[in-house]
């Protein structure tokens, strides 16, 4: 809903996944699940998913409804600015097995860059209430790759403690060209001098397999 600078998805509007098609799914899943899998995690993606709430809605109800040999956790990654009363008031109640990511690039000046100037609708305090321990998604387009550092580091300092993710994967760029290296090493250095004196913050996959 935000047409970002680096997404990838054609807006097929008309295309849309029915309930009976998402019971098969789960149907599938409930048959091959393997068994040394302790718990079977179902994510919703998109896209933003939750302009399909209602059917988000309707998946968790059904897999509540058949015998399962395994419980599920759900997942969903969100822009959160579709987020209203109604849908904080449900996720709330299944906080504890429905973990709802979010998805920012950092400041308001990079985030409103990439994403259609939606900084300010998102509730960045309702994500860091609900659930305290997950981190943030950040995709980089070639604006905000040279405010990479300050951008991290914006998010540390706002309370998230972990970055799920860096997306370089993301848009039509060529990651490899030598001007984009050139721009990233110093914003890498400037990292590992902020994490060496913050070291109550967790390293996790930030940067994933592209760095």
């Not at 399909?52 to 822009?79: C, D, H, Q």
């Not at 996720?91 to 308001?108: A, M, P, V, W």
Request: glycine fraction near 6%; proline fraction near 2%.
């Amino acid at each position: 809903n935000l047409s970002c600078v680096y997404c990838y998805q054609n807006h097929d509007v008309n295309n849309n996944m029915t309930i009976e098609t998402a019971k098969e799914a789960i149907d599938w899943i409930v048959k091959n699940i393997p068994e040394e899998d302790e718990i079977v995690s179902l994510s919703f993606i998109g896209g933003e998913p939750l302009i399909k709430f209602n059917l988000i809605k309707e998946v968790y109800e059904y897999v509540g409804t058949i015998e399962k040999r395994k419980p599920f956790r759900f997942f969903a990654s969100t822009n959160g600015t579709l987020l209203n009363d109604e849908m904080k008031k449900w996720f709330i109640e299944r906080k504890d097995h429905f973990y709802l990511g979010l998805s920012i690039d950092g400041n308001k000046e990079t985030h409103d860059a990439n994403r259609s100037n939606s900084f300010d609708k998102i509730d960045k305090e309702f994500f860091l209430k609900t659930w305290p321990g997950q981190g943030v998604k950040m995709t980089l387009s070639e604006y905000s790759l040279s405010h990479l550092a300050e951008n991290i580091i914006y998010l540390h300092e706002l309370g998230f403690k972990t970055i799920d993710g860096v997306n370089l994967a993301e848009g039509n760029f060529d990651w490899e060209k030598d001007e984009y290296i050139r721009i990233i090493v110093p914003q890498l250095k400037q990292l590992v001098e902020y994490y060496s004196t913050h070291i109550d913050i967790e390293l996790d996959q930030a940067f994933g397999k592209h760095i």
